[in-house]
């Protein structure tokens, strides 16, 4: 495998640590950031586990070990201490524009040539650019379980330059995974127009058009969707889509407004799989 340059991500939960798979198993080092020694410890050993899982699947690329690939990970809580040829960072801490600035800013200074990539699911990769060199940063918008999905939503702000943008194009090629180009809009492409037909799945429910299950499979078999609406609302989560739903009607206006439905169901803890009922029982 070609040795590709030196790239780190900061923040090893749910996406950290998968983004930091995909990243090695690419071919490059990775050094991994978080915020303290056992936090640390924890998010090492979920990239480690995730290899292992995608080697007895036959997933690592031909000739590598998941040894050879945890060989290249380098764990580290200090951010201000980065390989200076670092070429590539991506944080995927929590969902705060402060904290994405704090971590980002370090990096920046760390990294003098890097490209600073946000995985922000919603926040405006502007406002995270505002004391930042803007040239460089980007949104690097992976999905959810990182190895297994094919998209990355890249999120253009006026500032981003077009070799941060190219640079960023080559990197998903080299993940194997496709890449789209968005403007810096609130929901992107993605959760706008996906959230856009959970909420109008949900109101029809609300107004006794169909069932869940009629409305999924009408989607699934009328429209070649893999999975329909209201399932993937519960796989997402009710919580998550109703946080975005209110985000996306401050940002865009009245049409997300979430449905009484939504709320009164997470209001009753009714989240979805994770909590075993939502639209469908996953109990
Ligand atoms: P998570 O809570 O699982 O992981 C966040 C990690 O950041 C934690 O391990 C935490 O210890 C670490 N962290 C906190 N402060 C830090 C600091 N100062 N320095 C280094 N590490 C620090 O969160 P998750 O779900 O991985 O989300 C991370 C980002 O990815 C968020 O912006 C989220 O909106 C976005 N995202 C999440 C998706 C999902 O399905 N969970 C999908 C796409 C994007």
Request: glycine share 10%; net charge negative.
């Amino acid at each position: 495998m070609d040795a590709r340059p030196t790239t780190a991500v900061i923040g090893g939960g749910t996406m950290g640590a998968g983004i930091a798979h995909v990243l090695l198993a690419a071919g490059s080092p990775v050094v991994l950031v978080e915020a303290d020694g056992s936090r640390l410890d924890a998010a090492a050993q979920a990239v480690s586990t995730s290899l292992d899982g995608a080697a007895q699947r036959g997933k690592l690329p031909e000739g590598t070990t998941r040894e050879d690939l945890v060989a290249r990970l380098t764990p580290t809580t200090a951010v201000d201490e980065l390989p200076a040829d670092t070429a590539l960072v991506v944080e995927a801490v929590p969902e705060r524009v402060d904290v994405k600035q704090t971590v980002l800013g370090a990096a920046a200074r760390a990294c003098p040539e890097a490209v600073l990539a946000s995985n922000t699911s919603s926040l405006s990769i502007g406002a995270i650019a505002a004391e930042l060199p803007g040239e460089r940063v980007i949104g690097m918008h992976f999905f959810n379980p990182v190895p297994a999905q094919k998209l990355v939503e890249l999120v253009v702000h006026p500032g981003t330059s077009e070799a941060t943008t190219q640079a960023c194009r080559d990197w998903v090629d080299a993940l194997g995974k496709t890449s789209i180009v968005v403007n810096d809009a609130p929901g992107f492409a993605t959760s706008r127009l996906g959230l856009t037909v959970g909420l109008e799945a949900i109101r029809m429910v609300e107004e006794g058009v169909a069932s869940p299950e009629d409305i999924d499979t009408g989607m699934q078999l009328g429209y070649r969707w893999p999975m329909g609406p209201l399932r993937l609302t519960d796989v997402v989560g009710l919580d998550v889509r109703l946080a975005i739903a209110e985000h996306l009607t401050q940002e865009l206006g009245p049409r997300f407004t979430p449905p009484q439905l939504l709320r009164d169901k997470v209001e009753r803890g009714e989240l979805g799989q994770k909590s075993g009922r939502g639209f469908y029982d996953w109990s």
